[in-house]
């Protein structure tokens, strides 16, 4: 009976009845043990869904560890099916948001962004998940999203 519901919410039966949001914490079997690279020289970004040894331009590249974002400087808004993030953050040459990715326990999606442009992106809202987003000074910083 509660199925259908469940169905139409894309949600599981006993986060239905519970009310709370499940993640699955289960690194072994989704995405949350995705990773990022990211190359100091040319700028390309690789993602592998584990551990991997990633090098470009000559250079063995470790992976990004990322912090969560307590400054708050990403704003996520939820606009009917779709989340609408935008970073407020320095855009120039030298300093920049280089990308943001949506990640959940079965997908990933990701928006490259480029110095004197807007950091800003939607991602159709598929569920509790990560949002990363990459600078090029700082690092890698992450918010959970439900």
């Known amino acids: 009976m509660l199925e259908p519901l469940a169905a139409a919410l894309d949600i599981s039966v006993a986060e239905l009845i519970s009310g709370n949001c499940i993640i699955n914490t289960n690194k072994s079997s ?15 970004i690789f993602c592998s869904t584990g551990e991997a040894v990633i090098s470009c331009c000559g250079v063995n590249l470790p992976a990004l560890e990322a912090e969560d974002d307590e400054e708050g ?6 606009i009917e099916d779709e989340y609408f993030i935008s970073v407020d953050h320095e855009m120039s040459k030298s300093h920049y948001i280089s990308f943001a990715a949506y990640v959940t326990s079965d997908k990933y999606n990701l928006v ?11 991602f159709f809202i598929r569920g509790t998940g990560y949002l990363y987003f990459y600078c090029n000074h700082h690092g890698l910083f992450r918010k959970l999203i439900r």
């Open 73 to 78: 400087i990403l704003s996520v808004e939820k």
């Open 30 to 44: 989704n995405m949350l043990k995705v990773r990022f690279y990211v190359c100091p020289i040319c700028g390309n």
């Open 112 to 122: 490259k962004f480029y110095p004197e442009g807007n950091a800003e992106a939607r």
